[in-house]
């Protein structure tokens, strides 16, 4: 095998990535591609027409240079990376994007691309500016604002504002979202195309819009001034201003611009004004590539800038008449859709109201039906109540008669206890005249008893006198007794004057005892039948007395019972006011107007007795029967 055949063959393809704004591809390019190739074959697979404003853009040594389309990719001073890289960007921007913008992918590109040279801050823009671009940017991405739907928070992961401007301000998120938020509600209606060339329209009258800057300087050693080339020409600006240029080329005053590389690391160009009075400008630029991209910008803005200036060609033409119905069918689409959208919310508002209304008549039928409910129940209610109202009447009318028979039973009772009355007056006076009657008879006994016991006196002394007397003679016959040695015969009874003197005493003794025992027997009988006349006395105060609490408990407790059913009788008599008809609550009156009247009565009759001092039990017991005889 020969030396050549162990050379790897060389690949005939090889990898590219392309980095568009909002997306990523890689392709399988060829050895031999073009620039142009691989620029066309990117712009079919995005569908993209209008290729004169974009080009693919590649870093090189902390710079960045455009992709050639004459030139091959690979002989290009690309990356030796694996896939090579490169960025799909508007290389060249347009004097006035509604103009010129014809396709919506166009739109949308350019939209994605000054967005983040603001949020970069590549681009100047002032906070309310940016506020009103962000509202925007919000109504490209989210479309029309609904509340219900876009919650406070909502935009808490999208970047809308510079960091710039952020910090300008002591703000916090919530409060940033609330002022683009308000704005945002203002768009409503516009459509994602729309937003973004509003977006586009804001954007383009920024000062920096459009502007490629580059380091020059005015001599070979100093005066370092910026270079500014955008559509409408060359500008040149103080390395600290980047907003107001010094001096402005415009396209159409410009005769022509000369590119020198005849000093080493040196470039010049110089600018020579259409007016030959004007002066011409030089500048320079030390490095190649920066000079050469200048050289690449400057032709292109200009080829623009001149073929804006001339009859559109017969593919604009298409591309412009296809793009204008595109997006007149677009509009009566977003138009139809739109009427639609309308008529469904009417609808929706339509079912609401009908739903709405719907639960209220519901709601007026559930209340409907439940007043009459309420009303069946009231009036059955009022015919209980009016048939209690009726057993009520009934039953005043029978209490009014049970009240009448008791007013009937009290005055009977009240004829009995008159009557009782009367015989307990007999009964006293009966005691009365038997306590006299015992009083004076023991007044007589004991003036009796006083006489026999004088006389029993008299008498025991009698007897103490006979017999001492005998005592006497006694002594004075001993002695002669004693003198006879044999005692004599006992003599007989009649010759014996002492027996007979001893007999009399005796009987006397005798007769003194019985006398004395029949005293005091009779005493006895006098003090039984006191002590038996004084226990039927006490047996009659207390059976008065017994008599007169039991009377006043009677009293006591129909007088309770009386004011018992005289206040139920009132309770009774109130509710039948509240609750009866007018015809019943007449009917109840004339009942009541009755019963007043024996109210008043039972009340006169059970009055309480006054109390009256007396100084003895005949006294008291005589009011007391003087109080029962007036009721």
């Known amino acids: 095998m020969s030396i050549l055949g162990l050379k790897k063959k ?42 004169w404003f974009f080009g693919l853009r590649y870093t090189v040594k902390d710079t960045y240079a455009w992709l050639k389309q004459e030139k091959q990719v690979l002989d290009q001073d690309v990356p030796k990376d694996s896939p090579i890289t490169f960025h799909f960007l508007a290389k060249f921007f347009p004097e006035k994007v509604e103009e010129e913008l014809v396709q919506e992918i166009t739109q949308h590109l350019f939209f994605l691309q000054v967005k ?6 590549e681009i100047f823009c002032s906070p309310e500016a940016s506020v009103l671009l962000a509202s925007y940017a919000v109504q490209a991405k989210y479309g029309d604002y609904d509340p219900n739907f876009h919650k406070p928070g909502f935009l808490a992961q999208d970047e809308l504002l510079p960091k710039r401007v952020v910090m300008q301000y002591q703000m916090t998120a919530d409060m940033w979202e609330e002022k683009i938020s308000a704005w ?22 920024l000062e920096m819009y459009g502007v490629s800057y580059f380091a020059i300087t005015q001599n070979k050693r100093d005066t370092e001034l910026l270079l500014g080339v955008d559509a409408q020409g060359l500008h040149i600006y103080s390395p600290n201003s980047k907003l107001n240029p010094n001096k402005s080329f415009p396209w159409s005053g410009i005769r022509n611009i000369s590119y020198s590389e005849k000093e080493v690391n040196t470039s010049s160009f110089t600018i020579k004004p259409l007016d030959k009075k004007k002066d011409v400008f030089k500048f320079y630029s030390s490095q190649l590539r920066v000079n050469k991209l200048i050289l690449q910008l400057c032709i292109g803005n200009h080829d623009l800038f ?17 793009a204008k119905e595109e997006k007149a069918r677009k509009k009566m689409e977003r138009q139809i859709l739109a009427r639609e959208k309308q008529m469904r919310e009417e609808a929706e508002r339509a079912k609401e109201e009908m739903e709405r209304r719907l639960f209220q008549i519901q709601d007026e039928a559930r209340l409907a039906n439940e007043a009459l409910l309420r009303s069946e129940e009231t009036a059955d209610l009022l015919a209980e109540k009016a048939q209690i109202a009726e057993e009520e009447a009934k039953l005043l009318a029978h209490k009014a008669a049970e009240a009448e028979q008791e007013r009937q039973r009290l005055e009977v009772t009240a004829m009995k206890t ?21 009083v004076e008879q023991s007044e007589r006994r004991l003036k009796e008893a ?25 002594k004075t016959t001993y ?47 006098y003090m039984e039948k006191s002590k038996h006349l004084q226990d039927q006395l006490k047996e009659l ?13 009677q009293q006591q407790l129909q007088q309770q019972q009386q004011l018992q059913q005289l206040q139920q009788q009132q309770q009774l008599q109130q509710q039948q006011q509240l609750q009866q008809q007018q015809q019943l609550q007449q009917q109840q009156h004339h009942q009541q107007a009755g019963f007043y009247g024996l109210h008043s009565e039972a009340r006169g009759y059970i009055q309480e007795p006054v109390y009256v001092p007396h100084s003895n039990r005949n006294s008291a017991y005589m009011s007391q029967m003087a109080f029962f005889e007036e009721v």
């Open 306 to 322: 001149m073929r804006r200036r001339k009859v559109d060609s017969i593919e604009v033409q298409q591309m412009k008449a296809q």
């Open 418 to 438: 008159k009557e009782e009355k009367r015989l307990m007056e007999q009964k006293m006076r009966e005691a009365e005249q038997l306590a006299v009657k015992l």
């Open 479 to 525: 002695p002669l007794i004693a003198a006879y040695s044999t005692p004599p015969a006992p003599p007989e009874a009649s010759d014996f004057p002492y027996e007979s003197a001893s007999m009399r005493l005796d009987f006397k003794d005798s007769d003194m005892k019985r006398l004395s025992m029949e005293i005091e027997r009779e005493r006895l009988e």
């Open 10 to 51: 060389q690949p005939n393809t090889f990898k590219v990535k392309v980095i568009t704004m909002d997306a990523e591809m890689e392709f399988s390019c060829e050895v031999k591609w073009k620039g142009k190739d691989l620029f066309d074959l990117v712009c079919r697979t995005i569908g993209l027409r209008e290729t």
């Open 116 to 121: 983040k040279q603001i949020l970069d801050e």
């Open 450 to 474: 006083d006489h026999l016991k004088q006389d029993l006196t008299e008498a025991k002394d009698a007897e103490r006198r006979a017999k001492q007397k005998l005592l006497e003679i006694t």
């Open 541 to 553: 105060k207390s059976e008065i007395e017994s008599l007169k609490l039991e009377e006043q408990q």
């Open 184 to 205: 945002y509600a203002e768009h409503r209606g516009i459509a994602r195309d729309e937003a973004e060339m509003e977006y586009l329209k804001i954007a383009q009258d």
